[in-house]
């Protein structure tokens, strides 16, 4: 161990005290108990005793420094979703805790559990006019699943085994603790607490839940007895992580599968019953038209939404289909569809007990999905010129097929909510080995893709992290390349540069009759930026030099950064099913 160690011996890999230890060393101490290999954050004034504890505690524990608070709760976020642990950060009392907000925000309404631990001022002080006085809980209580204060030291040990129970358990979600100075300086005497940890909640989703035997049952005969199956997959299946079954339930069904944007990677894209994303954003046309002509359609994990349904128009009223959903959460099912079945349960476990009853046997698929494939094949055909267009400014499908081209097995693409998004659902192709789309869905905050493959790549180094965003979102994280630069962390990150917020401009190009306000900037070479801090850097205009840049970043064992001149969206309105409408067109037939 090459680090200092004070007033504390470390035996069998364990921080442990003579005699007693201070509320910082216990909450570290039950980190370690959860097995809590990485936390992101900001240091401030109080948050001196945390730092001292993790530094004491030795290389069983990483912190990661982040340069901005909402940062490390993207990091957190991002690692929670592909490591299926709890992802933590922490951040000091005042302005820390409100930077923090953002991320927190996301991951709970994003059923992902990160748990948030503030540094509060000293009790003492409250009221007092103190700096950075706070209440931070209340701040938190209507963003996360739980927020509280820790009033003292001996009750560290339990209040971090509730948090951990409440964010993995049920609808996993974000948790917030706030520390105060006397939790984090007083002492306990060793032996006063229990630091013992919850194995269940080592990881999410913990004490999973299984719908009833009769209800699955039913489930079964409604599928069994459908002509035109379609299953909907959401982003509860990658969560649950019952990607393998999906696909066993979808080929003993002959039963078709559509994504919404979060249950990208569900299947393999190239597979027959593997149709692509529904809804607003991104969509396959092919997979609109099943989801229509579709008798049953079984939801798995999904919310149904206003993207994925539209507004609550897709599937359009049609008198005797049959809407069956399975969630963990039931005050998710039937809130916006009349069901005429509702499983409460985990996606994997329901889908487990479901397969019990349906045949082990591959079901060849109707002539209806041959010819849902033979319309998906003329989609690609038709999006090739797009897709190998020579123009410039580039559009970002050429941006998105030279990727295709490149990308590793495995790989994590990760896009912020604005530009890249509809392109990356419509045109980027996985080949189910493990790789995964994340792209923050229920706020759709800018500034997350970058700070996000730092979490991604100490989630899933074994898995190359590529990052897509646009302006916008650039200038909102851009301190973040420091972190990368100095972790070594190898993502290749794509800048589409428009110099502009495109998607607000596209929107007051539709509504506002393009009456532009507020809405661009100067387009500077951002390449440079990259550059100061050391990465490899690619400023990049024309085809020849997007692909030949593109090479040599996929080469590269390092952070990489292209800086890519495109058209702005407002000139070619990408693929968002209501802008086309909005426009005039046609959105499923060109």
Sequence with gaps: MNKRVDQAVVSEGKVMDQGSMTGAQVLVRMLLEYDVQVIFGVPGDTSLALYEAIYDAGDRIRHVLARDERSA???????????????FCECPSGAGALYSVPGVAEANASSIPVVLFTSGISLAGEGKGTITDMPHHILFEPITKHSSVVNSADKVPETVRRALRIATSGRPGA????????TMAHRVSFGAASLHAEAECRTYPAYRTRSSAGVVEKLAAHLLAAERPVIVAGGGVNHSQANAEVLDLAERLGAPVVTTISGQGTMPDEHPLALGVVGDNGFHPHAHRAVEEADVLLYVGCKMGSVSTIKWTLPSPRAGRKI?????????????????LSVAGDARLVLEDLLRLVPNSYKRPAPWVDDLNR???????????????DSAPLKAQRVIHELNRRLPSPCIVISDAGTPTPFITRFLRLTGDGSRVLIPRSFGGLGYAIPAVVGAWFARPDARPIALFGDGSLGMSAGELETLARLNVPAVMIHFNNGCFGWIKTLQSLHSKSKFMSVDFTPGDMSKVAAAYGIASWRVETPAQLERAMDEAFAHDGPCF????????????????SWLKAAGKDPLHG
Excluded: K
């Design 375 to 389: 319309e998906r094949s003329r989609f690609w055909e038709e999006s090739s010129e797009q897709l190998l267009c």
């Design 175 to 182: 948790v917030h603790l706030v520390l105060p100075t006397e």
């Design 324 to 340: 069956l959903q399975i969630d963990l959460d039931p005050t998710l099912l039937a809130n916006n569809f009349e069901n005429a």
């Design 73 to 87: 709760t993207f990091m957190a976020d991002a690692y929670a979703r592909l490591a299926h642990r709890p992802g």
């Design 562 to 577: 292209l800086d890519v001149v495109t058209e702005p969206l407002v000139n070619d309105i990408p693929p968002v099913y």
